[in-house]
């Protein structure tokens, strides 16, 4: 094992900066010394390190140095053929994944409840998609994994799929018997790219779940800046096995990362690398106790109930409450927000709480968090929650227009309740998530605009034409 110690990265940005560089090159702002307005102390301290390609600073594009030895010891640390950082977020490890592995109508299997990242590199890479529905979970009411039932089912019908995608966890910290569906997909040579930006830190090891990495899937791609202490943005990619091309995958990444690569994110990169390495037991053994803690903390406000993984399999990192009150989830993340407690996300029924990666003598305001939290809850009406969700229908299912017939079509506005059974124009996105709830080229099903009006009723946030939609209406294609 290489020594995990080291963060070669960032020391050389150090020794750079502690040489008192003159700037004659890139960024503009030169080491901070260029500032908005005088005494800007703050954005000179943020941006001391946004250096660019310098002699000994390396290339990512093209990596001989620093970088290089930081992205080996990160295929070290996780175990992989080879890994890479990433500066455009997980979206562009989905996008180069998907783009290397998949060719032109070429047949492809995707987790219906992906990312919407996934689906702009389906339409980049102009593939037909199979839509593989998630398990609905009527306790937590939300989408939760794909079954390997419907997997196999699904290769049964399309044994000669090029691809399967899936996401791992799900938002909620989620997990299904990713290790049985890796196996199955491999007895038919079917590459398994998954999306697990919310895992960079399931190879601890237990209590969290199994990581895809250590699974066997054959693209992995992390958002580390989700659970490690990396920079928005910063993320990783990595290859395992012989199922897909390295050259591919690097081409691809060379085309839609950025040309000018922020080293402060790369070195927050190399840093959570060492982070994560250092991670001991006495560490674990300390961030169960303080998590137990919180929920136990969180249990005992009335108004809410805290939320437990079916058959206790999932992320503790992840804490979701659910309202026993008359708000929302999406109220009830309102109210905390209005004291000062953002969260990650909230949807009709839930809140998400995303704890920070402890280790052992860190103090975060968890115990002060939950105290305030039973005062601003304090005397809510119950209102015990009986209402089931749908489920998605059919199990496998294809867009009704391929991607390639879209651009030759018109498109109408047609008020929601009258668009049963049109195909949809426009891609409706909750964010967050960011899972599409209608893609572009699907059918409008009454479940859908059943979800679409519910979420639209609690004040949800969606991302697509939010304007069209206040109004109640949707985009559909004229097909004649």
């Known amino acids: 094992m290489k ?179 890796i196996e199955l997909a491999h007895l038919h040579q079917i590459p398994v790219l998954v999306d697990e930006a919310h895992g960079p830190h399931f190879i601890i090891g237990e209590p969290f779940p199994p990581s895809a990495q250590q699974l066997g899937a054959d693209v992995v791609v992390h958002s580390a800046h989700k659970t490690l202490p990396a920079m928005t943005m910063g993320s990783f990619l990595h290859v395992n096995g012989n199922l897909v091309n390295l050259t591919r995958v690097e081409e691809y990444l060379g085309i839609f990362q950025s040309s000018s690569p922020s080293y402060p994110i790369m070195a927050s990169l190399d840093i959570s690398r060492y982070y994560l390495a250092g991670y001991e037991p006495e560490d674990v053994d300390f961030l169960l106790s303080e998590i137990q803690s919180f929920k136990e903390a969180l249990a005992k406000i009335e108004s809410i109930k805290v939320l437990t993984y079916p058959k206790n399999e999932g992320d503790p990192l992840k804490i979701t409450i659910q309202s026993k009150s008359n708000l929302t989830g999406i109220e009830l993340q309102k109210r905390l927000e209005a004291n000062g407690i953002y969260t990650e996300l909230a949807d009709p029924y839930n809140v998400l709480f995303i704890l920070p990666l402890l280790k052992k003598g860190q103090v975060y305001p968890l115990f002060d968090t939950a105290e305030k939290m039973k005062s601003v809850l304090a005397g809510l009406p119950f209102n015990d929650i009986i209402e089931e969700i749908p489920t998605g229908g059919e199990r496998i299912s294809e867009l009704a227009i391929r991607y390639s017939e879209m651009e030759k079509l018109n498109v109408t506005e047609v008020k929601i309740e009258r668009a049963l059974g049109l195909v949809c124009a426009d891609t409706i996105i909750p964010y967050p998530p960011g899972i599409p709830l209608l893609m572009k080229g699907e059918r409008i099903t009454s479940g859908k605009i059943g979800q679409l009006n519910r979420l639209m009723q609690t004040d949800a946030r969606f991302q697509g034409d939010v304007s069209l939609l206040k109004a109640g209406y949707l985009k559909t294609f004229s097909i004649t």
Not at 73 to 86: N, P
Not at 156 to 178: C, E, H, R, S
């Open 3 to 181: 020594n995990q110690l080291e963060i070669p990265l960032y020391n050389a940005l150090k020794r750079h900066i502690s040489n008192n560089p003159v700037s004659f090159h890139v960024p503009g702002h030169k080491y901070g010394e260029i500032a908005a307005y005088k005494q800007d102390e703050f954005f000179k301290g943020i941006v001391k390190i946004d250096a660019t390609e310098l002699t000994g600073l390396d290339d990512l594009h093209s990596p001989e140095g620093p970088i290089k030895k930081a992205e080996e010891l990160l295929a070290a640390l996780y175990g992989s053929k080879k890994s890479y950082f990433l500066v455009n977020g997980s979206t562009v490890g989905n996008l180069a994944m998907i783009m290397a592995v998949c060719t032109v109508d070429s047949t492809v299997l995707v987790q219906r409840n992906c990312h919407k990242s996934v689906l702009n590199a389906l339409k980049l890479a102009k593939v037909r998609p199979v839509f593989l529905e998630p398990e609905i979970d009527q306790d937590w009411k939300v989408a939760a994994c794909i079954s390997i039932q419907t997997v196999q089912q699904a290769i049964n019908q399309y044994p000669g799929a090029k691809a399967l995608i899936l996401t791992y966890p799900n938002y909620y910290g989620m997990v299904d018997d990713l290790k049985g569906i």
